[in-house]
């Protein structure tokens, strides 16, 4: 294999380590902190009525900004720069120290997020420009922003996110734009991921300037306002880009990847402009606030289910599976008020199911060059001391499916508001915050803004920070969890060509309004070379798609007989960036005043999101997100026919545009006994927009604890916060199903003693909560790890043989491509892949609930149109069951559990541990699992503004 010679092969470690006092040293601008405390008053102080009683935590840690020189003492030496990690301790220890939690402990496991810095608590004071100052507390650096003018406040943001995130903002803008490979390196897993997101957001230039032109001129003064505060903070970030460049202390990844020389400084960050905001919006929407699509893959396991069953019977099992509206899931609204959204139409209109054998993926990739097509490796000569970081981008910088569009959507987050009525004090509680997986540097950064008409201190995605997005402000608190109502539909538009003759599927004119219409070609070419970061050979591709009036082709097929394209329409596509009203508001005391106001302050959110709200008065929910109105009788749930009368109402392709459902119309509630989210269906007839929210679901985990509080009384903080983080430990297959199983498994006296012996560990483990949790911080073992490694074992062996058998190959085969069986913390997925923490979202356990509670002969509400295991008799059940068992038992924990690259075979606490996935340099140890949010707020208000 040929090495080839770069120019860092001249940069050693000593002179690496030699370049840290200056690299380490305070950054230009900033000052050291006050010798007199009572000199550095408490910022915005009279304006915080929380009195203390707010608290967050984002582990790792602020600072993730790491230049070469702490890169190496790292990966040399184990050090952690200042203020990368000091979160990550607190955050994990709540897992252990939950059960004897009181309101006085809380600061234990989180941070204080009063307004301001106590003078005493002054680290540095960074002042960019004489209208801002950007202050920095001793115990976690998170940046406190307070400017005299609105645009130095803006500005100070976008330094501020410059010196906690410059390399993040970039890989992100990078994937964005689809260019992630010709930025970060050719990894497989790096491909892989701009093949999957690009497609769904596939912008020129040219759209996305006219995306922020369309905020600027046709959403009044706020709208102008918003754009204006965009540049104030890309002029920000901007403004550290050079200084940083300048002064070298700029993250160490530039070098690691190529970008600037270690030696001479010669390179470039390349400037950020406000467009990159659109695509940084893009992706953040795409992880986190979409919704629907899919109606391809539906429309497949529904002719399989018809093929099976014939098509009455057919149409029925597959919408059992389907369980657009399964009266047993939990939801958020639970005082039965109905919200009817994207059901099934009595007698659906323009459905365009493919015909059988058909459908074929659109090609997207072309033109495989060099490394793209062979996947060879061919590393760069490296100085003897920087081998530490050679290749630590090998397998990308993140995961390859990050962004796929199936059953296996990263839907995130969970929320738990106990009104006043309920609580020891008489005023709400909550405890919520985005789960948005681990990464390092995180993905969200902290900060405080002050400034005039912003007053608010929480978290922002990073490069997009200009106003706080989940959070608090003076007087309230809020935040979301991902909604996923359906607002992606699939078109099958007729295909044609323009220049007359016969069509076929590869055909690249459509016809719209009668006309056959050019199809929009949008390309993208990525190339590389190998770095120190990713030793991939040098290598290119081009990406490409077709865009209609209806979106963005995915496949093609036939349909009736004719070639047909099916195209994805998103209505917040071409929008990207609309959002930023709804967050101006939020951030705004002028506007946000009571639940009332905070409500129209989530409508202006065009994304899919479930929004929560809390003050010392009331609490609320509002379900935002751009609704398209559909046509009447057209079923959404599938692909429709692409002509006039089945399209939105009042389409409008030039900006994507439409009528939307009026707010009276989104789930929404003041001041219900309490209110929990955990992904699960919003309200009564508010239908979903895929499989999985069946009779069980981990909202349940959330759920029956929070009412059992509520119906209790005298709910504080501390017994709220319990209440999440037992769910958080908590394995929803061994609270919710294990019961029903062991029905099954009891109805006749168990004879094997390895079998009976198992049902008696697992029957214990249920007993004592059904916990993935250690014995006690550090530990690093379970209470009952054979019940555990059963359960984990079993768990697919015995769907399979539930189910498969009277489902038959092709559609158990069909609807597991919907929804995958399982989701267990060891399992590898979630935004991070392995070691994701998020767990427990998707999988069958609803559908085996009820079928086991069907062969039990116990009421089921929304059945699955047949009884599966054993055919529906008990004893052939619990033979299937008994069957499966056995071979769940004999398989050893290295099996179960057969390690990666941070964990030994058969270590079942590192296979379920959290894990930071590494953006960057830097590297964080496992700590125990918690299915919990990312960041996370508790939160009291005692007193409102007059």
Known sequence: MRRRNVRLRTFTAGAALALGASLLAPLPGVAAAPRDPAAAERSAAADDYCAGQCADVLPPGANGGATLAEILAHRLLGTQPKHADDQLGPYDALSSGYPSLTDDRLTEFFNDASFGVPGDQVDSVTKPRDDVTITRDKKYGVPHIKGTTRYGTEFGAGFAAGQDRLWLIDLFRHIGRGQLTSFAGGALANQGLEQQFWPQAPYTEQDLEKQVEYIRSTQGERGKQAMEDAQAYIDGLNAYRVKSKNGRYFPGEYVLTGKIDAITNIGEIEPFKITDMIALAS?????????????????????????????????????????????????????????????????????????????????????????????????????????????????????????????????????????????????????????????????????????????ARGVSFAGVGMYIQLGRGQDYAWSATSAGQDITDTYAVELCEPGGGTPTKQSAGYLYHGTCTPMEKLERKNAWKPTLADSTAAGSYRMQVFRTKYGIVTHRAQADGKPVAYVSLRSTYRHEADSIIGFQMLNDPTYVKDAATFKKAAQNISYAFNWFYADSRDTAYYNSGANPERADGVDPALPVEARPDYEWQDFDPADNTSAQTPPAEHPQSVNQDYYISWNNKQAKDFSTAGFGLSAVHRGDLLDGRVKKLTEEGGVTRASLTRAMSEAAVTDLRGEQVLPELLKVLRSKPITDPQLAKAVQQLEAWRKAGAQRNQTSAGSKAYAHPDAVRVMDAWWPLLVEAEFKPGLGKDLYEALTAQLATDESPSAGHGPTGAHAGSAFQYGWWGYADKDLRTVLGEPVRGGLGDAYCGGGKLDACRDALLGTLAQAVAKPATEVYPGDDACKAGDQWCADAVIHRALGGITHKPIQWQNRPTYQQVVEFPRHRP
Request: proline share 8%.
């Open 283 to 455: 992706v953040v929407g795409g992880l986190f606030g979409n919704g629907g699509g899919g109606e391809v893959e539906s429309a497949l396991s529904l002719l399989k289910s018809q093929e099976k069953y014939g098509v009455g019977k057919g149409t029925e099992v597959w919408e059992a599976f389907r369980a657009r509206n399964d009266p047993e899931a939990v939801q958020t609204i639970h005082d039965g008020t109905s919200f009817p959204y994207a059901g099934k139409p009595d007698k659906a209109r323009g459905t365009a199911l493919p015909d059988p054998g058909s459908v074929e993926r659109e090609q997207l990739v072309y033109d495989r060059e060099g490394g793209a097509k062979s996947g060879a490796k061919d590393p760069v000569r490296a100085p003897k001391k920087l081998k530490p970081l050679q290749g630590m981008y090998d397998k990308g910088v993140l995961p390859s499916d990050l962004f796929r569009q199936d059953g296996h959507k990263k839907g995130m987050s969970n929320a738990l508001v106990v009104s006043g009525k309920h609580t020891a004090s008489g005023n709400p509680v909550a405890v919520f915050g985005p789960q948005t997986g681990y990464f390092a540097p995180q993905l969200l950064m902290q900060q405080e803004l002050q400034g005039p008409g912003i007053s």
